[in-house]
């Protein structure tokens, strides 16, 4: 199904034009990657499940590979081509432990070792998918609905606009500390879930839920709403955006009929204004990845899954969810509606994976995800249907926006989070009568994060 997923992708872009995610992976076995990092923190996942000894043979092999592809593109005039100068090494040995498994590894170490190498492999797809995605949303949706979410905005009191004039007033050192946060969110998934796995080369199997399922749910389902809700965001739509990613137009206020076109430079400084809202036609390059917010989600996610972790990891978790609410706002990038749908829908993802996993004791957690699922929809539709009236009465339907995620978080937190100990999904499966094999036993609650 997955590689049915990722065909479909393939010949979707190639449609318009581009390579899809497949041909974008396999151009990283020799050519510059787009993130080296993405490449060495999927590897770092695949090592998880080898020992000591192997693990540094396998990045010093990683390294040397690198090396080696560096020189020849140096000498052959390559360069990078805008890509990074290392990662492919990272690929290559996450193939080569995939072939040592197939060719020479047998029973339930082929299948661990296939399974780390699928992790590390579905992470890099996952990146290239959700590229596809949104490249795919620029060419298919010509025209934009951010004037309808910077009106319900209004009830919240236009948070990015606010957010905005304070990271303006912060400086570079504040930018470049929330760009940091926000464009390496991955990276501190990665490391939330070395923490949950970090046990699996001893106990020789997975977790039943970590934080790297979640990750790639939210990015598989998320950007289908990007199709149904496309939204550019503020910055796009209301400001300068950047040379290449540029409003068309927006609708002028003078009129429903025969009004004109202009462009609108008013973000962060002046506030939208309160009009009728209307479709806008927009460019083909600028992706429709507002609605909801995925990094929102992911952050969420990171906190989420950060709870049972070390202090340091709590942290981490607490601060990275904070400075990436801040970033996607104070840049621009989203408005105040699409922070509160992002919460929504991590959750009720949450709760459904927690379903799957918890079998005949799901009750509670489907509960919470047929919830969180109707929330969401009345959220985009109130979004759409209601903009004008939010506007208007900010004093009815701000708290109402916040109740209705607040509503959800309670009940992840009661009937999800919280489960009773014989229906705790993440509980450690102890061996019976087996002694010691097979793993099991202590620590592995401490690879599973939860609240």
Known sequence: MTLGFLVALELASRHYGEPGPLTASLRETVLPPDSGGMLYAALALTMLVLTWRRRWLTLAAAIGIDLALLLVRWAAGIGTHGGHPFGNGALWAMLGWAVIAVRRRTGSERAL?????????????????????????????????????????????NPSWLVGRLVTATGPVGFNVLDTVYGQLAVAAVAVALFQLRHVAKERRFPRHHLIRTFLVIGVIGPAFYLLFPVVGPLFAYGTGTDHWAPIALWAPDSYSGGTWAIADIWPHTPPPLTGPHPIPFDEVTPRNCMPSLHTAWATAIFVHSRQGPRALRWAGTFW???????????????????????????????????????????????????????????????????????????????????????????????????????????????????????????????????
């Open 321 to 451: 969810l904070v400075a990436t609410l801040t970033a996607t706002l104070g840049f621009g990038y989203h408005y105040g509606v699409d922070l509160i749908a992002g919460v929504v829908l991590v959750l009720t993802v949450e709760a459904g994976l927690r379903a799957y996993d918890a079998g005949r004791s799901a009750r509670p957690a489907l509960l919470v995800t047929a919830y969180g699922t109707l929330v969401l929809a009345a959220l985009l539709l109130s979004y759409r249907l209601l903009p004008l009236p939010m506007a208007h009465h900010p004093w009815l339907f701000g708290p109402l926006l916040l109740l209705a995620m607040l509503s959800v978080i309670y009940a992840y937190v009661g009937g999800v989070a919280r489960p009773a100990p014989t229906d705790d999904p993440s509980a450690p499966r102890r061996p019976r009568h087996e002694g010691t094999e097979g793993g099991g036993g202590e620590g592995q609650a401490g690879t599973v994060g939860v609240l």
């Open 113 to 157: 070792l296939l399974k780390g190498v699928g992790l590390g492999l579905i992470l890099l797809a996952g990146r290239k998918t959700g590229d596809t995605w949104l490249f795919l949303t620029a060419r298919t949706r010509p025209t934009v609905l951010d004037p309808y979410v910077a009106t319900a905005d209004q009830a919240l009191g």
